[in-house]
Every structure is written in structure tokens, then in C-alpha cells.
């Protein structure tokens, strides 16, 4: 099987990287292992607990395109393929994390211990909107007050259109890369001569990665056409989401904080996973959870109060030890 | 045995089955091995008791650490037992200018875990991945040996487990030194758990001057000349032509132009970087090389030590050989090679640590044909059995493993091949621990082993 992986030299540079090595420090749930089982065509289990987050592309100095590999190798069971329909439409997956918040037992409680407050998304559309704003879909029912606040401040500027659904990544990611390729393509028609304006950091990676049209991140948007900010008396330490890190995107999230005064005491290596990475906090909850506590002491030993964060996912991860907001929330 | 090994790791820590293949081969990919099992013990209790176990049933075993050597020192050749110890990856205590580690933990993490002011500085291009136990028992080295010693001279002291199962703390001493068996034991002589290691005070100052030259011959005679005006750089690398050319289509690219590089990194106090800096620009530009002082630097040491794998751009396979030279043939060993790359029709890459002799020439081959690797090996024989003329080692820092083995026989007399081989049997007597490597001679078990191991 050729998928692009002859690049790799089996040099173990991405090892510390990824999540799931530090956390296991076995070569089964590394990248390199992993590359090893598919190239061979070994099923191994570290093809499952792959979280995918790409960090180690980041670090491969020979190039290796390893999320395309393993988005190939991949198939998603019926429960994961469920999973992700109900992520394609925010009032499905609104009523959906309303019975799961309430779950006491079973794989829906898992859920229940992320999710803090569910309101129906907000709609708005205004005439010959010139923007789309993109909030992604656990964004749209999970952080309405982040919505409210980006579209009252991209309203000052702006004629605003509110896109409610899914970019794809989790199916992408989960082995169901198919769907992922009708979902860009019914985007690219969605989006067709507008300028999109997205509120998650990884489906604004994902989505620029699959071309589906002018796509911006909210803080590069923001760099990118100088639009005023306010000044805020704040101290945080930022935390770079890993797909929009490996495209070079999280800068401008520091960029806007500099731009409004917030005082940014760094953590140590700000795009350590999570531990959520899309549906994984459900599927692989042992892994997931040691991630988290990885992470968790990163951000703890920052010392600062308050993480910026401005990935969904990643948010309900680190909420779960610490004060998170989002670049909108201080507008 | 297996179930036994499994009470005391955990099932989730015995790897079987076809996931094995995980294990069988390292940085070296040339020869893949075969382990009947792999074990990876969660801490040092665990660490000691499988290991005993192995050796009361006289199983042989390899003692595996990130599996990043270039020498093919962990590949199981006959199905033996793999006992990573990647999960032993403590730091027990941080003191003065000591810190002692458990043998699995990254290079990289023994800065991270060290007071701001200090470091450790043995650093392999590798040092984000390869493991304190494999540094150890590779001595490996890094950019920084020109001026702090490869990683012989950062180890204090080394609990070790030997072959006969008795645990044992090694402590310095002037005198026969016991610690330094250890270094370069390529795993044959017991399994480190512990290491105290030797940190330095971080420079005050540093700073990075970039050459960049026409010919080969002309970074060759800076190097030379830079010490001869008295300069002891913190790392002086090379990167001929080639190596730029594949490193710029790299991940890690950095912008540097097409031609022969010559990476300084100088450090000390503010004086000292100041009038040793200005000796080099002048070196430099005697030899009409060209000079850059990068504001930001690290993005040219990144491009250095990603260069190994960047080779992936060209070819999934490559030979990383690395024997050390007197430091004043470089221009000639230089020109030499550029000959032997002609006469097999095989490229060769040069990127390498300069300023210590030691030479890394890049060998690139399809693992799919045979007779490309053949061709590799041979130029690599050639530019070992030169640089061993020239008065040099065939190994400056790889280690032998099972890449090295015949040139133990041109390098050292018989007499000196057979202390050391006292000395190992002394330690392990029946063999068990990383057999058919280094020092023991096994039957070729395929055609690349053999024209690894045997002469023509
Ligand atoms: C891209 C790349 C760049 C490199 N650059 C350099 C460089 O600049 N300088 C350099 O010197 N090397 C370099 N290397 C080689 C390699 O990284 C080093 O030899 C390193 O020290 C190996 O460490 P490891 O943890 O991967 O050991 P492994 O490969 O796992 O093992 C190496 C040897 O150590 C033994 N061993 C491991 N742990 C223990 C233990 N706890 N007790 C006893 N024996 C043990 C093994 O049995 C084996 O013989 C490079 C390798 C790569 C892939
Ligand atoms: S994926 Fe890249 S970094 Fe990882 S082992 Fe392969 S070549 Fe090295
Ligand atoms: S995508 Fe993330 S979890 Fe998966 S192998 Fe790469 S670094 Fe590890």
C-alpha cells in the first residue's frame, strides 16, 4: 500500500508529539507504529486510538502525510457514522445533548460530564449578508452567548448571515471520509461568493484544508481587515488547537490578544492536545481522560486563571478544570 | 512464561501477534527483525522482575529504548524477548547541578525538567525522541560535543541490572571507574534504570554565524582553521550542497542558499562571544565564504537536526554512516567521497558535527531493490576503511550494533577484540542479553546481514 507514507524514515521524531505516545509510551499508539501497521496492513489497535490531531505531521521534518493515510485506512462503525448525522443538524443535535445532558448510565453519560448548558442555535440572517458566520456545530448549540457576542461585534462592520452545521472533520477524521466529501461539497455551494467567518478554529483548518471557499478564521479575519478592538484588562494563557496550529492559524489569536492589551502567560507547548479531539472523548474515554490530565497540568502550571481557547471540542475538554472563553467572549 | 510476564506488566503491556512487528527494527531499516515477544514494564519494579524472570529461564532479550539507533542495535534477529523501557521515564531527584532519570525518558525532557539555568548538553539530532538509555549505551553525541563532550561526560553515576539479576548502584570513582563500561555497552552488559546525569550552566551569551561556501574544500579548511585561531565553538556543523538542496524541500526548510554551509553556534560570556565571533567572520571570509548573522537562529538548527529525516523527500530508506577522522583530512576525506559517490552511482549526502571529525555521509536506497542497498553498503565500506586509514574510528557515535560489526576487525587487533570480549562474557556469560550485535559474530540469518558482516 503506497497512501503516501514511503516518505517516512521511521526516525521516531513525531513520537513525543502526539498525545497518545506521551500518554502510553508505547509504540502501538504512536504515529510511527501506526504508520508501520498501515503500511503492512497490521491491524493494530493504535489505528483506533489515533485521536487526530496531526501534531505529528507537525513535527516530521521528511513530510509524511499521515492524516490522509489514516483517514483512508479508517471505516466508522454504525454508532460513529449515527454520531456524526446527528452533528449535520444543530436542532437534531440540540434535542440529541438534551437527553444525553440528562444521562446517568451508559455511553450517553459520558457526554453528560462535558456538556454544562445546551440552548437551540441561534438564527439570523440579514439581508444581502456579505458574511457567513460559522459557528460549528457543538459551538451552535453548546457556547450560544460566544455566537450572540461575535455576531453583535461582526454586525458593527458587517451584513451577517448565521450558517448552522457541521464542517466535516469528525467524519473526516472517524473513518468517514465519504460523507466528509459530500458535507465540503454541499459547503462549497453554501458558501458560494460569500466570505466565511468561522468560530472554531479546527473546522476553519478543516474546512480551508477541503477548499470549500473563502474561509477565515475569527481572529484572522479580524488581523486581516483591521477591524477595531476594544482594550481588555485581562490575563490568560492561550491554547492553540492542534489542526489550526499545524496551518499556522492560532497566531492570530495571539495576535488579537496583543492587539487588545490581554497579558499572556504562556503555558508549555500550547498545542498538546485537548484530550477530545472530536468524538474521542466518547469512544476512548481511558485515553481521552489521560490526556486531559496531561494537558491539565500544562495549563495549571501557567498560573494563569483563564484559558483562551477557540475550538469547540477542546473547549468542553479544558472547562473541565478551568475557566475557558473564547476570543468573542472578551468583545 | 508469557502469562507470568503478563501478571506482573499487565495484559495491556504484552504485545503479541502481528503488532509485534512494531518492535523489530529502529532508525537502521535496512534488516528487520523478529521478536518473539514484547514487554514493556510500567516502572522499575516491574523493569527488574521481568528481567530476572527472562533470565532464570535463559531467554535472550533485548533491551529497547525509543528505538531510534542508526546501527540496527535493537533489531531482534532470532526472536528475542523486546523489553522496552520507554515507560521508565521518572525524574527521581533534581540537585545542585545533578538530576537522576529513569533510563526512558526523552533526551529533550532532562533540560525541561532541570532548574532554568542549567542544561543538559549531550544533544543528538534526535534528542526530541532518543531515550537517556540508549544515549548511554550509544555514548551518543550530538552538536554540542565540540565543546561538552559526548554523553560520557555528562553521566555521574548508573544503577544497573546485570545479567546475573543482581541490581547494583555504579558510583565514579578515579580509579577503574566502574560507570564508564556502561557508556557505548550497546545494551549488552545489563539494563540501565537509573542515570545521574552532569548539567551545565546555561551561557550567558550565544550566537550563530552561518558560512556559506562554494566547495566542500574551502567549509573543509574553516573548520580547521577556526580552531586554529583559537576558537572552541559550542557546535560547528556542516551541510554540503546535497544535503541543502533536500533539507529546503523539507518540512523544516529554512531558506538557506544552495551551497555549502558551515553552522556556528559560539557561547560564553558577552566578551568572549563577541571577539571569538569576530575571528570566525574573518576565517570565513579569507576562504571567500560568505557570512550571515541570523537575528532568529532556530530555525537553521531545526533544518540541521531535521536533516536525517529529511532525506524521506528523496528516498524512504538511507545508510547514516559515522565514522570520526583527525579533523585536519577533512578536506581531503571530503573530496575522496564526493569520488566514491561517483564510481557506485550512489548519492551522497553530507551533513555532519565538523567540529569533532565526525562524519555523517547520507547513503540513500530502494528498499525494494536489493542491489541499490548492496551498492550502499559497498560505498560505505569503502568510506569506513578510509577514514580508519586516515587514522580515524569507524564509529564516532552510532554505535556498532549490527551495521558496524566487520569493522571491529579492522579497526582493533586481535588482542584488544579479545578483552573486550572477556569482558562481556564476564558480565553475561550465557549471552542473553542483546546477542548477535556489537561484539558477538552470528551466521548471517539473510543476504543483507551478509554483506553486512562478511567480507568479500
Ligand atoms: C534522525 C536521527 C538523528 C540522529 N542523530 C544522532 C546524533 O546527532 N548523534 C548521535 O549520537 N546519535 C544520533 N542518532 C542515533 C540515535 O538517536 C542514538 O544512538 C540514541 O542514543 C539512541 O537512543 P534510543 O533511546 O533510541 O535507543 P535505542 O535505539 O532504543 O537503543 C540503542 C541501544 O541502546 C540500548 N539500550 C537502550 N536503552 C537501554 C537501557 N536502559 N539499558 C541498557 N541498554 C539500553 C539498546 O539495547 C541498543 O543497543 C540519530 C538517530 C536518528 C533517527
Ligand atoms: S512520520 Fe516522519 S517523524 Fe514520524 S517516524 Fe516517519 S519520518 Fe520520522
Ligand atoms: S494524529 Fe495525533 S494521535 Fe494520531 S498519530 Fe498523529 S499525533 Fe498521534
Same mark, same amino acid.
Do not use: C, S
Given at each position: 500500500m503506497g497512501m503516501g507514507l514511503e516518505k517516512c524514515v521511521h526516525c521516531g521524531f513525531c513520537l513525543e508529539a502526539c498525545p497518545t505516545y506521551v500518554i502510553t509510551r508505547s509504540e502501538v499508539h504512536s504515529p510511527r507504529g501506526r504508520i508501520v501497521a498501515m503500511k503492512l496492513g497490521i491491524p493494530s489497535e493504535g489505528l483506533e486510538t489515533c485521536v487526530f490531531c496531526r501534531r505529528c505531521e507537525a513535527a516530521c521534518p521528511s513530510g509524511v502525510e499521515y492524516g490522509e493515510a489514516i483517514a483512508s485506512v479508517r471505516k466508522a462503525d454504525p454508532i460513529k457514522k449515527i454520531m456524526h448525522r446527528v452533528l449535520e443538524d444543530p436542532n437534531l443535535l440540540y434535542a440529541s445533548l438534551k437527553i444525553a445532558k440528562g444521562a446517568k448510565t451508559g455511553f450517553l453519560s459520558r457526554v453528560s460530564e462535558f456538556v454544562k448548558e445546551v440552548s437551540p442555535p441561534l438564527t439570523k440572517e440579514d439581508k444581502d449578508a456579505e458574511i457567513i458566520l460559522f459557528p460549528g456545530c457543538l459551538t451552535s448549540v453548546l457556547f450560544r452567548s460566544t455566537v450572540e457576542k461575535a455576531l453583535n461585534y461582526l454586525q458593527k462592520f458587517y451584513k451577517v448571515k448565521i450558517y448552522n452545521g457541521c464542517c466535516g472533520l469528525p467524519h473526516y477524521a472517524e473513518g468517514n471520509k465519504e460523507r466528509a466529501l459530500k458535507i465540503a461539497e454541499k459547503l462549497r455551494e453554501e458558501f458560494k461568493g460569500k466570505v466565511v467567518v468561522s468560530l472554531s478554529s479546527n473546522c476553519t483548518a478543516h474546512m480551508k484544508e477541503m477548499k470549500v471557499g473563502e474561509v477565515y478564521d475569527f481572529a484572522e479575519f479580524i488581523v486581516k481587515r483591521d477591524l477595531p478592538l476594544p482594550k481588555v484588562n485581562a490575563e490568560v494563557t492561550v491554547h492553540d488547537p492542534c489542526h489550526a496550529n499545524l496551518l499556522g492559524l492560532t497566531k492570530y489569536n495571539r495576535e488579537v490578544l496583543k492587539r487588545m492589551g490581554v497579558k499572556i502567560k504562556e503555558m508549555e507547548d500550547p498545542s498538546f492536545e485537548c484530550g477530545a479531539g472530536g468524538t474521542y472523548f466518547m469512544f476512548q474515554p481511558e485515553l481521552s481522560d489521560k490526556i486531559m490530565k496531561v494537558k491539565e497540568e500544562k495549563v495549571k502550571k501557567s498560573g494563569a486563571e483563564v484559558v483562551i481557547s477557540t475550538s469547540e471540542a477542546c473547549n468542553l475538554a479544558l472547562m473541565k478544570y478551568s475557566k475557558v472563553l473564547h476570543i468573542a467572549d472578551l468583545l | 512464561m508469557e502469562e507470568e510476564i503478563r501478571k506482573i #506488566?499487565?495484559? /495491556?503491556?504484552v504485545i503479541t501477534g502481528e503488532e509485534k512487528t512494531l518492535y523489530a $527494527?529502529?532508525? $537502521? =531499516?535496512a534488516v528487520v527483525g523478529n521478536p518473539s515477544l514484547v514487554v514493556l514494564p510500567g516502572n522499575e519494579e516491574e523493569a527488574i522482575e521481568v528481567i530476572r524472570l527472562l533470565i532464570s529461564k535463559e531467554k535472550k532479550m533485548i533491551i529497547r529504548g525509543s528505538g531510534t539507533s542508526l546501527s540496527g542495535s535493537t533489531v531482534p534477529l532470532k526472536g528475542e524477548v523486546v523489553v522496552s523501557l =520507554?515507560?521508565?521515564? /521518572? #525524574?527521581?531527584e533534581v540537585k545542585g547541578m545533578e538530576i537522576e532519570v529513569g533510563?526512558?525518558?526523552?533526551?529533550?525532557m532532562v533540560t525541561k525538567s532541570s532548574p532554568q539555568d542549567l542544561f543538559f548538553a549531550p544533544d543528538p539530532s534526535s534528542y526530541v525522541v532518543s531515550s537517556i538509555g540508549g544515549n548511554i549505551s550509544h555514548d551518543a553525541g550530538g552538536i554540542h560535543v565540540v565543546k561538552y563532550g559526548p554523553t560520557f561526560n555528562s553521566v555521574i553515576s548508573l544503577k544497573v541490572i546485570l545479567p546475573n539479576g543482581n541490581v547494583e548502584y555504579f558510583y565514579p570513582t578515579p580509579f577503574l571507574n566502574p560507570t564508564s563500561i556502561f557508556i557505548g555497552a550497546e545494551g549488552t552488559l545489563g539494563a540501565i534504570l537509573r542515570a545521574r546525569l552532569r548539567l551545565f550552566p546555561k551561557p550567558k551569551a550565544k550566537k550563530t554565524i552561518i558560512g556559506v561556501f562554494p566547495t566542500v574544500e574551502k567549509a573543509s579548511k574553516a573548520v580547521v582553521n577556526i580552531f586554529k585561531a583559537g576558537v572552541i565553538p559550542s557546535s560547528l556543523e556542516m551541510m554540503d550542497r546535497n544535503i541543502v538542496e533536500i533539507v529546503e524541500r523539507s518540512r523544516f526548510r529554512a531558506g538557506l542558499p544552495r551551497a555549502n554551509i558551515l553552522l556556528v553556534e559560539l557561547d560564553g560570556n558577552e566578551n568572549e562571544v563577541k571577539e571569538s565571533s569576530e575571528k570566525v567572520i574573518n576565517v570565513i571570509g579569507k576562504l571567500e565564504g560568505e557570512v550571515l548573522v541570523p537575528e532568529d537562529d532556530e530555525k537553521y538548527w531545526l533544518a540541521r537536526k531535521g536533516a536525517f529525516p529529511a532525506m524521506g523527500v528523496v528516498s524512504p530508506a538511507y545508510l547514516t554512516l559515522d565514522c570520526n577522522i583527525p579533523r585536519k583530512y577533512l578536506p581531503e576525506i571530503m573530496t575522496e567521497i564526493e569520488k566514491i559517490s561517483k564510481e557506485k552511482n550512489v548519492l551522497i549526502a553530507n551533513v555532519f558535527h565538523a567540529g569533532d571529525g565526525n562524519l555523517h555521509p547520507l547513503i540513500p536506497y530502494d528498499p525494494n531493490d536489493p542491489e541499490s542497498l548492496k551498492r550502499a553498503i559497498e560505498a560505505s565500506t569503502e568510506i569506513f576503511s578510509l577514514a580508519i586509514r586516515m587514522g580515524g574510528v569507524p564509529s564516532g557515535e552510532h554505535g556498532i550494533g549490527i551495521e558496524k560489526i566487520k569493522t571491529l576487525s579492522k579497526y582493533y587487533s586481535e588482542v584488544d577484540l579479545k578483552v573486550m570480549q572477556r569482558l562481556r562474557n564476564t558480565f553475561d556469560p550465557k549471552g542473553l542479553f542483546n546477542p548477535c550485535k556489537f561484539l558477538e559474530k552470528c551466521e548471517p540469518i539473510n543476504q543483507v546481514t551478509r554483506w553486512l558482516w562478511e567480507w568479500d
Open positions: - | #506488566v499487565g495484559d /495491556k503491556w $527494527f529502529d532508525g $537502521f =531499516t =520507554t515507560r521508565l521515564n /521518572k #525524574v527521581y533510563p526512558g525518558i526523552a533526551n529533550i
